[in-house]
């Protein structure tokens, strides 16, 4: 029998990683229906990633999309925990730590040892191999990439990747869990990057590049790519809101596993060593 199933107010789903990715995740499952527990080290980073999720249900019920019996249920849903073993009950686990291989490893690892048997394990991972996930626990067949896009709760798109050993019967339960959230979900097969890093990626890393070797300002650039092909967002500004250092960890993955065009531009090593992470350092190729 598959996890998952049923209503969704009898569903548990915890997330773990309580940062930009994270909060999104825990938002639209709430919003959704599904009761949620936000789980993170830091009970600093519970308390903002609820902040945050507050702040959005209030833009949407200014914005008209909510009223106000909506946003206390949905914030009524979502707990918080410090402890990983608060997600022992849930039919659904999303991963959104951030994006760092041993990391993922240690997590799914301990999920594997403290979840139910039949509870599905998925990751928000931009490009790290879910095969390789899957084999650190004794459930391959119920692990899945589950990979929203930022800001999650507009975004429609989820990218659904499937692992070498990932299950028919899991990856349509995520298939059909995404469209009850009111998403978009795409599968597709476990490569480094998937489809959407595998061709952003290098796009943005082209960019940096560009303002290397002066060939335009960060301005010039994204104005091009705005204007000239009715990007919503420059690459450069799009880099800055995923953050350089996340930009920089999946270029590495594709460098690896795809050859030589993907390695990282030298400035975008440099910006991140220098601690110009993008918005969330109030500086990267703009100031915040």
Partial sequence: MTAVQGSAGDERVAVVGAGQMGNGIAHVFAQSGFPVTMIDVSTDALARGRSTIEKNLDRQLKKGSIDAAARDATLGRVSTSPDLGAAGDAALVVEAATENVELKFRIFGDLDRLCAPAAILASNTSSISITEI??????????????????????????????????????????????????????????????????????????????????????????????GMNHPMGPLTLADLIGLDTCLSIMEVLHEGLGEKYRPCPLLRTYVEAGRLGRKSGRGFYEY
């Fill in 134 to 227: 899957g084999a650190r626990t004794k459930r391959p067949e119920q692990v899945v990439g589950m990979h929203f896009m930022n800001p999650v709760p507009v975004m429609q798109l989820v990218e659904v990747i499937r692992g070498l050993a990932t299950s028919d019967a899991t990856t349509a339960t995520v298939l059909d869990l995404s469209r009850r959230l009111g998403k978009t979900p795409v599968e597709v097969n476990d490569y480094p990057g998937f489809v959407a890093n595998r061709i952003l990626m290098p796009m943005i890393n082209e960019a940096v590049y560009c303002v290397m070797e002066g060939v335009g300002t960060p301005e010039a650039i994204d104005t091009v790519m705005k204007l």
